[in-house]
């Protein structure tokens, strides 16, 4: 017994290796880090956890051949794309459809978002590529289910028409991230899961002498992930379309030519498929290039919903804006359709409780109103009452640009036709046979219950009954004994009695609380009103405006095409949207810290023009560390957004409010900032403010060279003036932001009028403007190779400064983004190629932003120089950078 005796029977036992002892070998035995040495393990994302340690070739018998290498038939020369009409409201495509993101804000992160491809495959055997690029984690996710708060991502085909959300119809079929194949109701385990910044490729064979024919296969960074898979019966004999869904993430797609990760035969991708076998969807864009959207005036509970039922019906290219939609979306992405609404409830405004608060309130419903217009569909706005109400329709019909849209009001009043009626009748007949067979349903779900429960009535009364008995017969046993012995059932000990204080405590403490003391109130009272009168004395007082209305145009005039942000002159974390009116960021692997900014392609030279900025989500993500980045334990509160709206020279940093020479501009709080200078001369604004920018380079106007700023069409500041320094030069609109999306508005419209006249910048003079000049050649990527300490990197600042354009990808590159974007500089360390990057913030700290960078940035088609000296000299790393790029 004790220490001794264990140590004496150990010194006995037979010496056997641990592993044998534990019933291991030693090959599975897990290596243990060292975390003295090593550090704690790398935390992982979900979507790595769910893929855990398999193996990387499952061993997979190959059965496809390489192509036919004589195939000289024409080849597809149009793009893969995105048409609008067949993604849901909420995917944003950038850098031309090679990076798809979906809306989150408002709790539009909860929904499903599904993309189709316009062009399909009929016949052959093709394969395209997809990569999880991000893991998005908002704030309020915890507050609901596990089933949506998991990132879903659904890689496959389906069929033109068929439902956007992937695999649930019997005319698609797809992989989910979790290794899953899925088509209609059936789901079955096939494959291992995939993870982030891991290449899947998906290969459709449709080619009838294969022995594979008529199937798809996954395969993981090159190597088959599962046996090939048969298609659907309802597959078979039709154009078969790329098609991916996914929620809480975004995703980079490659059609090809050239594939990222090539499989162990040679197979051609989508984009070099031959003409004959492939089928190309019809352009949503009509001849005119005008869209149109509808808004239906009805009154309420007149047929007005059934209406529209039957005009989508008829008009299977109309999108539906309305409330009602957006509840049927959240169902149909996971979310249980809530049992209860609120008192107001109506078809027109619905009141669901989701119990998530963002979905409760249906805030979803001001960004999916805010982003529609700028993403070209045919809409039809079913808004009842705002339809029927002026000013509010005149709101609505405000945000579709005349330009781009032909708006029709559809007056839905008055004796409908037959076969309305008839369609109505029918509907009814069919809601009222559906309920009444519900009622059956639950009528005997109803029956079997209360018999069930008046069985275990009957059976509970007779336990009771037989308990009684037994309670009587010891109570009668207990009785007689104690009259045995001389005492009676009244010799036992009576019952507590109850404290007469208690009552009197009581009402003391209850008058205490009655008695407040009412100088406390007095004061509280006067300190609110002191903090009001404060805030009153800080806000700027209304600026009165001495700006004149614009003459008429005349001459030559810039066209909208012609102005556009998130080109070359752009940080690599901007990805622009419908043709630049929309500015999005990446937000996930420590880029959430990081500022980005773009630089209009049109400066102005003289002349007074304006541009439109509104803020339609903010994106902010959880960080590992503290927002003030001084914070160094635990997990931290979401990152700060940030706006900054001003104008720069061409040659001036891509950061507004740096500290840089060549910038000015106003943020989100109201500061402005020139050069290293700042102060608060404005108001602040939010997310739905349409924000104005006002450039006065007009010699003869009371504030010739000033900058100005308006809220929502009214100043907020007066006029700043613009430093000599700048004059003489074009001055660029700029935008530099975080964790934020932006729509711009350069023209010719305005969303919020100005108190005067004024022309937008696509829309000015001709003369007034200069083009920025042609940078850097496209597609272009450089990889310098150099020794250490031989000017290595003194070559790069040179290449840089003589070719306009290019951007750095390298660690030193973000160190400065970093400190830039304000973050704390982290103490000195490591080389110049490789600095080491402790800034206490462990997505800045573990390389996932040159990483994911890296995936990015070739999609963007810029000129990129990538100053990696030691892995430009070593083959394998040099291999892996250049297979990002494709050829």
Known sequence: GGRAGAAKRAAMAPKRPIQQMRGMTPKAMPQMPNLLHDGPPAKVSRLEDAAGDAPANPGFAEREVDASPGDTRPRL?????????????????????????????????????????????????????????????????????????????????????????????????????????????????????????QVVGLLVNLDQASPNANTISLFHDGQRACEPQPLPE?????????????????????FGPSALAPLPFKCPMLQDAAKADVTLTPSSV??????????????????????????????????????????????????????????????????????????????????????????????????????????????????????????????????????????????????????????????????????????????????????????QAKKDEQEALLAQIGRGPDGAEGEPKDDPMEGTKDEADGAAKEEAPEEGKEEAKEEADAKMEDKKAKEPEKPKELEQDAAEAAGPRVSPGDVAFGGSDSTLNVLPTMGGRLLLGLTEGGLQHLLAGTRASVGLKSGRYMVEVKIVEIT????????????????????????????????????????????????????????????????????DDAVALLINLDESSPNANTISLFKNGVRICEPQAIPESFRGKPLYPHITYRNVTLSVNVGPSPAAPLPFKCHMLAGAAAADVEVAKATAPAREVVFPVGLPDQGYFDWVDNFLREHAGYEELSDRKILEWAVKSGVPRPRPGGSVDKPELKFGVRELEDHSVRRLLGHVAPTAGRGIVVPEMKANWLPPPRQEGRGEVAP
């Not at 809306?103 to 399909?120: C, E, K, M, V």
């Not at 649930?168 to 979790?178: K, V």
């Open 77 to 197: 020369d149009a793009g893969v794309a995105f048409d609008p009409a067949d993604m849901t409201l909420n995917v944003l495509p950038a850098h031309d459809g090679r990076v798809l993101r979906a809306l989150s804000d408002g709790g539009l992160h909860f929904f499903l978002a599904g993309a189709r491809a316009s062009t399909g495959i009929a016949q052959g055997r093709y394969f395209f590529e997809v990569r999880v690029l991000e893991v998005l984690n908002p704030a309020d996710l915890r507050r609901t289910s596990h089933a949506i708060q998991k990132p879903v991502v659904r890689v496959g085909v389906s069929a033109a028409k068929s439902p956007l959300f992937l695999g649930e119809a019997e005319d698609g079929i797809c992989f989910d991230m979790d290794g899953y194949v899925a088509s209609g109701k059936q789901r079955s385990l096939v494959a291992r899961a995939f993870k982030r910044n």
């Open 234 to 254: 309802a597959c078979k004999g039709k154009p078969l379309f790329p098609h991916i869904c996914f929620r809480h993430t975004s995703v980079q797609l490659n």
């Open 620 to 687: 902010s993500r959880d960080s590992e560390r503290g927002s003030d980045w001084g914070d160094r334990g635990g997990r931290g509160r979401p990152v700060p957004h940030s706006v900054r709206l001003g104008v720069s020279t061409a040659d001036s940093s891509l950061l507004l409010g740096d500290g840089s020479t060549g910038c000015l501009s106003f943020d989100a709080e109201g500061v402005f900032a020139s050069e290293k200078s700042r102060k608060r001369v404005s108001q602040k604004f939010g997310r």
């Open 286 to 471: 009509p001849k005119d290039g005008k869209f149109t959207v509808v808004f239906p005036a009805a009154m309420p509970d007149h047929g007005g919903f059934d209406w529209l039922d039957t005009f989508l019906d008829e008009h299977p290219g109309f999108v539906e804006l309305s409330d009602r939609k957006l509840v049927e979306w959240a169902t149909a992405s996971g979310l249980p359709k809530p049992a209860k609404h609120g008192p107001k409830h109506s078809n027109d405004k619905p009141e669901w409780m989701f119990g998530v608060p963002s979905l409760d309130a249906l805030e979803m419903r001001k960004v999916v109103s805010a982003v529609a217009p700028l993403v070209p569909r045919q809409y039809v706005v079913m808004e009842l009452k705002s339809n029927l109400i002026e000013a509010e329709r005149a709101e609505m019909t405000r945000r579709f640009a005349p330009t781009l849209y032909r708006r029709i009001a559809e007056v839905v009043v008055g004796e409908p036709p037959e076969d309305f009626k008839q369609r109505v009748r029918a509907m009814v007949l069919k809601d009222k046979q559906a309920r009444l067979d519900d009622e059956f349903k639950q009528r005997q779900v109803d029956l079997q219950r209360k018999r069930a429960i008046e069985q275990k009535q009957k059976e509970m009364v007779e336990r009771r009954k037989a308990l009684a008995a037994q309670m």
